[in-house]
């Protein structure tokens, strides 16, 4: 195999999940209007100012709305990783996910193109966002877009991930949707998303030390920095790392001859 076959795929797997977001406009819709309506309701009901910790000095003082932006963006890339596993589900059942897994390219390969094809959907999606939230004066600076992009690419492979594991141990499409929201509202809720992590360790240490260890936590922090054009590395090195670990155990989910659906009894596909 040559670097213009593996590049052939990359596109072939890319163009494919493009074309069935394109065809999907209500997955778009509802990922643009879930953080909208998300940001018009707690921007309404908490017209306070908060000390957060967007960028040092710690102390700097934002409107609400400013401050939950990032987890907002960080939940649009988690309902997409999600759907994204969902379709993953999907097309074992008929069968489509069988006839890319059977391609003579190694399956980590395949699977990682699956994945950079979900996180270029979701680009998109949090860009959109963007305009739109422009009109609710959520004033980013010009180079936070560009800045912003690395973290964005980062975030959206380790939530993708996260679904591909999800998806490597769930046999039914039916029971996917119930496993999404165990996932999805625990962890959203569960981090620095809606209120900063100093705030939570006054009312409580367990939750605090829970928000902590969440990656999603610091995929919100990772972003909330890079929108300001500032790196924070901690969180940036926490994300890498839980990346590695979801994308390496879903690769062995996924190994049909080891991994969770051979000890399942389910096709390789």
């Given at each position: 195999?040559?670097?213009?076959?593996?590049?052939?795929?990359?596109?072939g797997i890319v163009v494919r999940e493009a074309l069935r977001f394109l065809h999907q406009r209500?997955?778009?819709?509802?990922?643009?209007?879930?953080?909208?309506?998300w940001l018009f309701i707690f921007a309404a009901g908490f017209r306070t100012v908060l000390g957060v910790s967007i960028i040092p000095p710690y102390?700097?003082?934002?409107?609400?709305?400013?401050?939950?932006?990032?987890?907002?963006?960080?939940?649009?890339?988690?309902?997409?990783?999600?759907?994204?596993?969902?379709?993953?589900?999907?097309?074992?059942?008929?069968?489509?996910?069988?006839?890319?897994?059977?391609?003579?390219?190694?399956?980590?390969?395949?699977?990682?193109?699956?994945?950079?094809?979900?996180?270029?959907?979701?680009?998109?999606?949090?860009?959109?966002?963007?305009?739109?939230?422009?009109?609710?004066?959520?004033?980013?600076?010009?180079?936070?877009?560009?800045?912003?992009?690395?973290?964005?690419?980062?975030?959206?492979?380790?939530?993708?991930?996260?679904?591909?594991?999800?998806?490597?141990?769930?046999?039914?499409?039916?029971?996917?949707?119930?496993?999404?929201?165990?996932?999805?509202?625990?962890?959203?809720?569960?981090?620095?998303?809606?209120?900063?992590?100093?705030?939570?360790?006054?009312?409580?240490?367990?939750?605090?030390?829970?928000?902590?260890?969440?990656?999603?936590?610091?995929?919100?922090?990772?972003?909330?920095?890079?929108?300001?054009?500032?790196?924070?590395?901690?969180?940036?090195?926490?994300?890498?790392?839980?990346?590695?670990?979801?994308?390496?155990?879903?690769?062995?989910?996924?190994?049909?001859?080891?991994?969770?659906?051979?000890?399942?009894?389910?096709?390789?596909?």
């Amino acid at each position: 195999m040559t670097a213009v076959h593996y590049l052939r795929c990359l596109r072939g797997i890319v163009v494919r999940e493009a074309l069935r977001f394109l065809h999907q406009r209500g997955r778009f819709i509802a990922a643009l209007v879930r953080p909208l309506v998300w940001l018009f309701i707690f921007a309404a009901g908490f017209r306070t100012v908060l000390g957060v910790s967007i960028i040092p000095p710690y102390e700097t003082y934002v409107p609400y709305e400013v401050y939950i932006t990032p987890g907002l963006i960080g939940m649009i890339q988690l309902f997409n990783g999600m759907q994204s596993s969902l379709s993953m589900v999907y097309d074992r059942e008929m069968g489509s996910m069988k006839t890319l897994l059977v391609s003579p390219l190694p399956r980590w390969y395949l699977l990682t193109c699956k994945l950079l094809a979900g996180v270029a959907v979701s680009i998109l999606q949090v860009y959109a966002f963007l305009i739109v939230a422009a009109f609710w004066e959520i004033d980013v600076p010009v180079l936070g877009y560009v800045s912003l992009l690395p973290a964005l690419v980062l975030s959206g492979l380790m939530l993708g991930a996260l679904g591909m594991l999800l998806s490597s141990a769930i046999k039914q499409l039916e029971n996917f949707a119930g496993v999404m929201n165990f996932v999805i509202f625990p962890m959203f809720f569960a981090s620095s998303t809606l209120y900063p992590l100093w705030k939570i360790k006054e009312s409580s240490l367990l939750l605090y030390n829970i928000c902590a260890f969440n990656p999603f936590t610091h995929a919100v922090e990772m972003i909330r920095f890079a929108l300001y054009g500032q790196v924070n590395t901690f969180s940036s090195l926490y994300v890498l790392a839980s990346l590695a670990l979801f994308l390496g155990l879903a690769i062995y989910g996924y190994d049909p001859g080891r991994g969770l659906i051979a000890r399942r009894g389910a096709p390789a596909g």
